[in-house]
């Protein structure tokens, strides 16, 4: 099976950065998108970024110039910089990957455990 390992949350100011990280590990035969999503209080769950194999990315209009998503296909590792944050960005950030394993041809969407980001006023 697959599992992805995200870190990187924590409590920030406001106008502050900081840097989520996703690996996943198991047997893969291969990773299509990768992404984002994250959930607030009281709030549905939004997609906030996604990066495919070849590196095409679409982000929320929310957060279109201030965060920035990358990937390491070589280490199955995708980062997302968050900067100039605000307090509306407080939320927990799932990274999700859809993945071909080594014994399935089927394309199957895993899910990382949450990382907690807050920013405060």
């Known amino acids: 099976q697959v599992q992805l390992g995200e870190s990187g949350g924590g409590l920030v100011q406001a106008g502050g950065s900081l840097r989520l990280s996703c690996a996943a590990s198991g047997s893969i035969f291969s990773i299509n998108a990768m992404g984002w999503y994250r959930q607030a209080p009281g709030k549905q769950r939004e997609l906030v970024v996604v990066i495919t194999s070849v590196g095409r990315t679409n982000y929320a209009d929310s957060v279109k110039g201030r965060f920035t998503i990358s990937r390491d296909n070589a280490k199955n590792t995708a980062y997302l910089q968050m900067n100039s944050l605000k307090p509306e960005d407080t939320a927990v950030y799932y990274c999700?990957?859809?993945?071909?394993?080594?014994?399935?041809?089927?394309?199957?969407?895993?899910w990382g455990q949450g990382t907690q980001v807050t920013v405060s006023s």
């Open positions: 999700a990957a859809d993945v071909k394993g080594s014994y399935s041809s089927a394309l199957v969407r895993y």
